[in-house]
Structure formats: structure tokens, C-alpha cells
């Protein structure tokens, strides 16, 4: 079992930067794939960045060049840094732990936290 818990979210302007941060209990969480999702009000929850147990990157379009997911195995932590925010980055953006990397059938959630960034 993992416990996420996400972190770091709060309202900027357009051009600022945000860090946040998804803390997890387990022991599971150092060998398993770290993925970043977000969910704007009315849309699907897409995915964002991920970052192996490897430290293998991954990102969606829309965030490529501006976002940096990184990971500390040591604190059980993954980071999603996010530069030159843009309005269409305004969602609610949740952290994912899963077993995908390893061919296990396992995912756990955060509760997400909320990011606004204004005009």
C-alpha cells in the first residue's frame, strides 16, 4: 500500500513558477513509475509527466521545455517543477505511483492539489 500526498499547488500569474511535491509512504514507491496527472474543471484527467524508477522521463506536449519531474528515493518524494505557467495550466494536479515499470497491476492516487495560474 502507498499514501500520496500532494503538495506545493496555490494561484500564480501567467509566466510564474510553481514546485510541487508528492510525498509517499510505502516501500514500494522507490522501485515503482511516478506519474503526474492534472484535471481541469470539465475535462478528462490527463497525464503530465512521468518518471520511472530508473529516472527515466517522460512529458506530455503541452508541458515540454517548461515542466521537470525528478524524483528522491531517499525521501520518498517526486517533484513536478513547473516554469513559465500558462493559464491552460490551471488544474488540479494529482500524483500517480504505479506498477507499470515493473509489469505489476498496481496504482495509487493523491488527493491532488489545486493549481490556478491567472492572466
Known amino acids: 500500500q502507498v499514501q500520496l500526498v500532494e503538495s506545493g499547488g496555490g494561484l500564480v500569474q501567467a509566466g510564474e513558477s510553481l514546485r510541487l511535491t508528492c510525498a509517499a509512504s510505502?516501500?514500494?514507491?522507490?522501485?515503482?513509475?511516478i506519474a503526474w496527472y492534472r484535471q481541469a474543471p470539465g475535462k478528462q484527467r490527463d497525464l503530465v509527466a512521468t518518471?520511472?524508477?530508473?529516472?527515466?522521463?517522460d512529458y506530455a506536449d503541452s508541458v515540454k521545455g517548461r515542466f521537470t519531474i525528478s524524483r528522491d528515493n531517499a525521501k520518498n518524494t517526486v517533484y513536478l517543477q513547473m516554469e513559465s505557467l500558462k493559464p491552460d495550466d490551471t488544474a488540479v494536479y494529482y500524483c500517480?505511483?504505479?506498477?507499470?515499470?515493473?509489469?505489476?497491476?498496481?496504482?495509487?492516487w493523491g488527493q491532488g492539489t489545486q493549481v490556478t495560474v491567472s492572466s
Open positions: 518518471i520511472t524508477n530508473a529516472g527515466t522521463t
Open positions: 510505502g516501500t514500494i514507491f522507490s522501485i515503482s513509475t
Open positions: 500517480n505511483c504505479n506498477g507499470d515499470g515493473l509489469g505489476l497491476d498496481y496504482s495509487f
